[in-house]
Every structure is written in C-alpha cells, then in structure tokens.
C-alpha cells in the first residue's frame, strides 16, 4: 500500500479550550460498520466515545394527513393558475405532517481510562497518536516518567467487539480507574468482577422510547488484578491491560416496530467470549486482513511530499489552508474517505447516515438521519467507483426497507400505484410527507435512490441482482411516477408537481418567495433517469409488456425545463427569478451529475448551459456547506475541467474540513467526505455512454501520479499511471468480458475482452 495512509498528531485531542465539541473534531474514527468509536489519545484521562448504529430515539413518526389526496389535486390547479401563496398554504396544512421529533441517532456511551499511576504534573513527551487507514488500528504513545506507553484500538468485523490494548516497555505496572457512562436513565454496574455493564434505551427524556440496548466492558489485566470499586473497575500491577466491548440491541430492522426479543446481555456474553478465545495476536491480524481485503483493493499515488512524514496532519491540513501545495494530502483525503466508508457500511448492517456511525449527540444535528434528498445518495458515491461494491448493499437493504411504508404512503396521500418517499428516514422507516414546503413537499427521494440499483448492475454486472431486486424496485418507484405525473395545460407534456426544488425559493408573480410550483427541473430530470433505467433493465431481462411500454411513451413526452436567456439552465419550468442565487443545493444540474442524462456527446449545449449555471451560483456564494463543494467538484469533474475540479477540492478541505479530516457541513456531516473522494475518483475516470474515458478532469497540479484499482462500467478495474500529465500506462482487468470501448485524448480504442483477462493499452502522446 501506498506510504500516505496515517492520520497522525503530536498533540491530543483534548486542549485547554474546554470546548468538547472541538476535542472531537481531532478524535480519531475506527468501526467495523456497526460499531464505532472515536478515540481521543488523551492522557492522564483517555476517553473512548462509543457509537452502536442502530441505538435510535423512537416513534411517534410523521403520519399521513386524512385531506391530502383532495389537496393535492386541488394545489396543482391552483398552481397552473398561477396561484402559489394559495397552493403553499393548502399543502402545508393539509398534506404535510409536522416534525415529531427529535428522534436522534444517539451515542452508545464513553469509556475512560484514569492513569492513576502517574501524576498529572509530570510531563508528558514523545507523545505521537494516529490512525492507520492501512490497518484500521488507531494508536497512541507517550514517554512519562520515564515509561514509555503504548494504547491501540480497533474495531473488529470478524468478531463484532471493540478492543483496547495498553501495555508499557519494560516491566512498568499499569494502574488505572475504568469507567463506563452514558448520563441519566442509564443501568451502570459490575459484573462478573472484571466486567462493566450498561443497559439503556434510547430516548429523549421521557419521550420517543426508542431502541433498548446493552454493553459489556471486560478487562483482561496481564501480571496484575482486576477488582471491581463502586460501579468501576480497578486495575492493578498490570502489565499489559486489554479491554473487549460487546454492544447488541433490540432493533428490528425487518419490522422497526416490533422490538427483537433476545436477551442482550446473552448475546454479549456469546461475542466476549467467542472473542477473547482467540490470542490478541490473533484477534488484531485477523481484523486487519479483513480491512485490507477492501481497503487495498485501490492505491492512489499524486505528487509526494515530505510533509506526509514529518509535519501532523493537522498542522499539515493548517498549511493547506493558507495556501501551501500538498496534493499528496488530497491523496490521503481520498484513503480516508474509503476507509470511512469500509468503516460505517458492511454488508448486514444499516447504511452510513449523516454522521455515518460517529454522534456525540444525544440529540444530533439534523438527527443524524438519513436525508435522501442528496445526503445518503452522496455517501456511496464513491462505492461502485473505488472499488467497494459490498459496502452499497446496506443502502439498497435500507430503500428497500422504504417500499412498504412507501406504498402505504403513495396510495393515502397521492393515490396513486407504487411507493414513494420524500426528503428523510431514518430507522423507523417512515415516509409520511413532512416538514415545510419548500423542503417537504418533494416526493421524489425514493426516485433518487432506486437510480442507484441499476448503476450498481451497471458496475458489477450481477444479472441476479437486476432481476430479484433493481427492477422490481425500479418498477414500483415507475408505477408511482406514472400516476403522479399530469397533462401541463399548454404544452401537453407530463409534468411532477406540486412539488419543490429541493429547500431552494423563487418570486413568484406576486412578488413574493414561494417554494412550491409545477415541473422542478430536478423532478423531471430523476423521473426521466428512473424510466431510463426501466427500459435499460428491461431490455437486458427480455421484458416487454403493457408496463414498460406505457414508460417509453410517457418517457418520450417528459417535460424538460429550456435554457434562459442568459443561457442557465433553468431550475423551474418558468424562466423565474431565485431568491438565493448562491444556494446550497444545485439540483438542477442533476442531469450531468449523478445523472448521466446531459453529456457532451448527447447535449453539448446543455452541458454549455450547466457550465453557466455553475459558474452564476459560485459567483453568488455558492459551495458554502462541505457536502455542496463535494457536489460542484464532481459537477466540474463532469464538465471536463480539471482546473476548476481542483480548485474547488481544494476548498472543500480549506473551508470545510476538520483537523481530523471530518467533512464540515458545518457541523460534522460525513457525506462532503465521500464526495469528496468520489470526486477525486471522477477526475480520473469516467464511463458512461458505453464509454470508458481515462484521465478526464486531470489537473496540471497531477502532472505526475497513479492509481489502482479503480472500477468503470460494464464490470472493468483501471490501473493508470501518467507523467508530465500524459498518460503513460494503463492496464484494463475485465471482470466479466464483454466489449470494452476507451477514451482518452480524442483517441478511442475498442477491446474485445474474456473475464479475468488483463490488457495493457497504449495511445499516442499528440493527439489532442
């Protein structure tokens, strides 16, 4: 693997700020998809904050409102007449359902170990913590004393514990205090004399009852003993001191609502134990394979610097900052975000949701839902592309999770086939209509998603999974489209609405902000994609009936919005004014990215347009949260311009990256990460239209660098080097076979390839 792969600080996490929110932002993240911590590296006080994915504050949720079908039809004709105010306050009291929360994602708890052996007057030196994004481990040591002391921890996949080594040079004794808390409402007590036990369910005060759950802390103290003192463990003499954490709780994610009836404090018992059979040698080689196994599958290498070796990544991110040149750091940037991703997305477990499994927050921002209005589509970007196909499949689990309830919702609110669902979830699956209009009232999340299943065929070729599980998915998200969908009264063609462009505003004739109209670019630009994919999947299953030629005819007569006069594309069906020009959210620029439907090869001048749309709102305040610059740079990277791809990366770590390289909404929201890296991966390599094109949006700063391992469409892993920015070596794995068609510099190749072959391919150096 490549050298610049550690995360690593000369300080600890905690400072004499005495703002806890800031010493988590240098805590560093390890998780074995469901179990995660964030490891501070302190001392003479260690804190280990501990996360379990499914530990939800719980129901009531947004139900459906008894009036809304009426409403609907009513909003729309009072929209077409040009009536907004009036449609907006029909909608918002009749259709929407009001917040019921919060209902957070909350923390499991905190471990602390108190050193009790060493005076906090003595000074502290040597000091050096890190996360090895190579290994997972995240480690810390230090010279006090005269002792040297060494903590490491990871979180395993294998055997679904946390473990926390700490041993010292020499002989040394450790002696430490362990406690392990949550706050009020919490059961905390010994067990078994060397065990530490907490049971709680999560809530927020009396209300939300949410998922139950319990935690058990064994210490294992090598040469010394472990006693048990007023609801805390303390060792003794210890020379080595390791500690294994078993969470389990009694969520249900194939039926939310009915609890799972285990006995927990069982079934923490049976992981302690299946774990600590094993030598710790053992236990951390194996978790470290299993890491590797995805983690290695791709390298990337730009333009090396010393600063990797000899600067701390946050001192090294602080240069960045003001303007120093590392791109080497936007190489580890791109590590940490698949080691993020491996680390909070396994297969069996809930999907990454906004802080992917990493909350301090008993009520976090924003819930720490899962916002499928681009946040959760945004967090596996980088899945298919870099090589983690196994990491997509708790998404897939979640919106198919979705389709039930979505239903339910489709035939209550909308009456109409299918399921549907809007901007949010969360673990209780709901998909009610909810919130304000400008944000709430936009039936198009679950559109969005099930794009994701046939790009995941498209990746992998996995033929069973397009028939049992794309399609049908596809096919129900369709159905809900063609109910949805009306006659505009002038034009004829089929239109969304009422509906919104996602949390954006315009004027409307009146004069003032309205949120709600007919045909947002974005509705008709994801209803578009999803009858793309229909009939691309139905065409490779052989299906052809009344269904899908029903989709090929409304398909055919989608309304578009045009380009306006100052050649923008349009985010409304009418050339209106936008109250804030340099909002957040780009979501009529779907079409070019996640979409695929605008190309230069199929709509030059769409792409011309988009290009002035992106640079109007950038001019305009524009890429102001860390998620919105992830999306601007994996729109330039589409747009072909490498130039402006990289400057606008570049600021998404200058003005939205944390010292621990957490993404910044601000707060910490974890999707401005996988942009990010998705965004890096776009600027080296693009497939679509049958097409693999290499080096795309290359940087003149990249002159130099490789990579490997990379994944396009139709099932083909690249491996890329170049020099002075020309392509200098690229060899094709085809996973599946087939016909494979390359671009680069205006030169095209065709490869005719058998699974499993490799092929190294060569173009000339003049053509342009």
Not at 68 to 88: D, N, P, V, W
Not at 266 to 279: F, G, I, N, T, V
Not at 352 to 375: E, F, T
Not at 447 to 457: A, L, S, T
Request: aromatic share 10%; charged share 25%.
């Amino acid at each position: 693997m490549g050298e610049n792969t550690k995360l690593w600080y000369d300080r600890q996490s905690t400072l004499n700020t005495g703002d806890e929110q800031e010493s988590w932002n240098r805590a560093l993240p390890i998780g074995n998809g469901r179990l995660g911590a964030m490891v501070f590296g302190d001392c003479p006080v260690e804190r280990f904050q501990i996360n379990e994915e499914s530990i939800w504050a719980g129901p009531p949720v947004p139900m459906h409102q008894p009036e809304a079908k009426q409403a609907i039809h009513k909003a729309r004709e009072l929209l077409f007449a040009g009536k907004s105010e009036e449609a907006e306050q029909l909608v918002q009291e009749k259709v929407l359902s009001p917040h019921t929360g919060p209902r957070s994602y909350q923390p499991f708890g905190d471990v602390w170990l108190h050193d009790l052996g060493a005076s906090n007057a003595e000074a502290i030196s040597e000091y050096r913590r890190e996360l090895d994004l190579d290994t997972a481990v995240a480690t810390v040591s230090y010279l006090q004393a005269g002792v040297h002391h060494f903590r490491e921890a990871f979180s395993s996949v294998n055997d679904q514990v946390l473990v926390i080594r700490w041993h010292t040079d020499g002989q040394s004794e450790i002696n430490t205090r362990i406690d392990l808390t949550r706050g009020e409402d919490t059961l905390a007590e010994v067990k078994n004399e060397d065990c530490l036990m907490l049971a709680a369910q999560a809530a927020h005060g009396t209300t939300h009852l949410g998922v139950k759950f319990t935690g058990l802390l064994r210490a294992v103290a090598e040469g010394g003993t472990v006693k048990p003192e007023k609801g805390t463990l303390l060792v003794s003499g210890a020379t080595v001191l390791t500690l294994y954490l078993a969470i389990r709780t009694d969520y249900h994610f194939d039926n939310p609502m009915e609890p799972l009836h285990h006995n927990l404090f069982e079934l923490c018992e049976e992981d302690l134990q299946r774990a600590m059979k094993k030598p710790y040698e053992q236990l951390k080689r194996e978790h470290i394979e299993e890491h590797q196994r995805l983690f290695r599958r791709v390298e990337l290498g730009l333009k090396h610097s010393t600063l990797a070796d000899s600067v701390p990544t946050d001192r090294r991110l602080e240069a960045f900052q003001q303007g120093g040149e590392d791109q080497d750091l936007i190489a580890l940037y791109f590590h940490f975000g698949r080691y993020l991703l491996i680390s909070s997305s396994r297969l069996g477990n809930m999907p990454a949701n906004l802080q992917g499994i990493w909350n301090p927050h008993m009520a976090a921002p924003w819930d720490s839902d899962y916002h499928i209005n681009i946040n959760i589509q945004m967090n596996y970007w980088p899945a298919q592309v870099t090589n983690l196909a196994e990491c997509h499949l708790p998404y897939f689990k979640l919106i198919e999770g979705l389709v039930e309830p979505g239903r339910k919702t489709a035939h209550e609110v909308y009456d109409c086939r299918g399921f549907v669902a809007h901007y949010t979830s969360d673990a209780w699956l709901f998909t009610a209509p909810v919130g304000m209009v400008n944000y709430g009232m936009w039936p198009m999340g679950a559109g969005w998603c099930v794009r994701d299943f046939m790009e995941y065929y498209r990746f992998t070729g996995d033929r069973a999974f397009l028939e049992k599980r794309a399609y049908p998915i596809l096919k129900e998200s369709a159905l809900f489209f063609l109910d949805w969908l009306v006659r505009h009264p002038e034009t004829g063609e089929w239109v969304s609405g009422p509906s919104s462009s996602p949390e954006n505003l315009y004027v409307a004739s009146n004069g003032r902000s309205a949120g709600l109209c007919m045909a947002p670019a974005m509705d008709q630009q994801i209803i578009w994609d999803v009858f793309a994919c229909v009939v691309e999947a139905a065409g490779v299953l052989g299906i052809s009936d009344e269904f899908t030629e029903q989709v090929k005819a409304v398909w055919q007569e989608l309304a578009m919005s045009g380009i306006g006069a100052d050649g923008r594309l349009l985010e409304w069906y009418e050339n209106v004014e936008e109250v804030e020009p340099g909002h957040r959210h780009i979501s009529h620029l779907y079409a070019i990215h996640p979409g695929a439907q605008y190309t230069y090869s199929s709509t030059p001048e769409r792409m011309d347009a988009a290009r002035k749309t992106l640079e109007y709102r950038l001019r305009h305040g524009g890429g102001h949260t860390g998620w919105s610059r992830a999306w601007i740079t994996n729109f330039w990277s589409r747009l072909k311009d490498g130039e402006q791809a990289l400057a606008n990366l570049e600021m998404l770590l200058k003005k939205s990256t944390l010292p621990n390289l957490f993404d910044s909404h601000p707060p910490f929201q974890i999707d401005g990460n996988f942009g990010g890296t998705a965004g890096i991966a776009e600027m080296l390599l693009q497939s679509h239209g049958d097409e693999v094109e290499l080096l795309p949006a290359l940087p003149k700063a990249w002159e130099e660098g490789k990579v490997k391992g990379l994944v396009a469409r139709g099932g083909f892993q690249i491996d890329m080097e170049w020099h002075n920015g020309m392509l200098k070596q690229c060899r094709i794995i085809s996973v599946n076979g087939g016909t494979c068609r390359v671009a680069y510099n205006a030169q095209k190749k065709v490869l005719d390839t058998e699974a499993g072959a490799a092929y190294d391919i060569e173009f000339s150096e003049g053509a342009s």
